[in-house]
């Protein structure tokens, strides 16, 4: 396995592969055919007499040969690329670029359309969203197969940066009509209702919860569910009463016969980060990406 042997632009197609998933999108990614990438791939297979990547549904798995080599490839290609990267700007009037974003369901309906109306100048420009575990985020950013993730506050290694991009306020959400709307939301009526807690968790409480908690009051969880959406079909159609961030909510109060209200006492705000991992920050790409998402928040 002679280093003089080896075509170091299968590398490139090897961390494309694996970072793509799919023969067909690391030949879009790399503009090149599909023939091509299969033939650079065989050559690798070749090369490590390994089979590299074995097709599962419409994915190419890596193998633990594959993993084993990425890991100890990565930094070197890492230091390739940045040197070849600050010889080449990025221009996004005229270079194609498909960003992979991590976002959660809420953060789609409240981030896409404002990044997606900021890019319409850009039409190389190509977005895909996905929802990553976040167990799994760190990894994926490593990958490179997101380029960043948008979330709330989360422990990552040294290895990954993040930064916070905004702050939302909670709101409480309830039926037009509902007896709270007209006489107002205070704390005993707050603990009166019933309530939707929205979690991806099975038990355990919401942060509005833990305020409560430290005031030494405690109130009812009629329903828990997964979906903030679900959650006001349910709140415009009972007297149940929904704690949720602002931003989400105002775009779901003005297609619903919902009333948006503050909440009864000084509830702590959702904190929404931005996550990319260090290996990447100094792409020209992701540099200008990086500040475009910042901008849709003001942060900058």
């Not at 594959?66 to 040197?83: C, D, T, V």
């Not at 109306?117 to 760190?138: F, G």
């Not at 909440?263 to 920050?281: I, T």
Request: glycine content about 4%; proline content about 6%.
């Amino acid at each position: 396995m002679a280093l003089n042997r080896l075509d170091l632009n299968l590398l490139h197609v090897f961390d494309t592969i694996y970072r793509e998933g799919s023969l067909t999108r690391a030949a879009k990614a790399l503009h090149l055919t599909q023939p091509a990438i299969s033939h650079s791939l065989a050559r690798l297979r070749d090369h490590f007499n390994d089979p590299l990547f074995t097709r599962q549904g419409n994915q190419m798995v890596p193998t633990p040969l594959a993993r084993r080599f990425l890991e100890s490839m990565r930094p070197g290609l890492n230091q390739i690329q940045s040197a070849v990267n600050q010889f080449h700007a990025f221009d996004p009037a005229t270079q194609r670029k498909t960003y992979s974003l991590g976002l959660r369901d809420v953060l789609e309906s409240t981030f896409l359309p404002q990044l997606m109306n900021r890019l319409e100048p850009y039409p190389e420009m190509e977005i895909v969203s996905q929802r990553i575990p976040r167990r799994d985020m760190e990894t994926q950013l490593a990958a490179g197969k997101l380029d960043f993730a948008i979330d709330v506050l989360l422990p990552v290694s040294n290895h990954t940066s993040h930064e916070l991009l905004r702050q939302d306020r909670l709101v409480v959400l309830a039926r037009a009509g509902h007896p709270v709307v007209k006489r107002g939301l205070d704390m005993d009526a707050y603990l009166e209702a019933k309530h939707v807690l929205v979690s991806s968790r099975t038990e355990g409480p919401g942060i509005e919860d833990f305020e409560l908690s430290r005031r030494g009051v405690q109130r009812n969880i009629r329903l828990r569910c997964q979906h903030y959406y679900a959650a006001c079909r349910v709140v415009e159609s009972s007297d149940l009463l929904l704690t949720m961030p602002e931003t989400y909510a105002r775009i779901i109060a003005e297609r619903s016969d919902i009333q948006v209200m503050g909440p009864p006492a000084q509830l702590p705000s959702l904190d929404v980060h931005l996550y990319w991992h260090k290996a990447y920050e100094g792409e020209p790409a992701l540099v200008w990406f990086r500040d475009l998402l910042r901008s849709l928040s003001g942060n900058q």
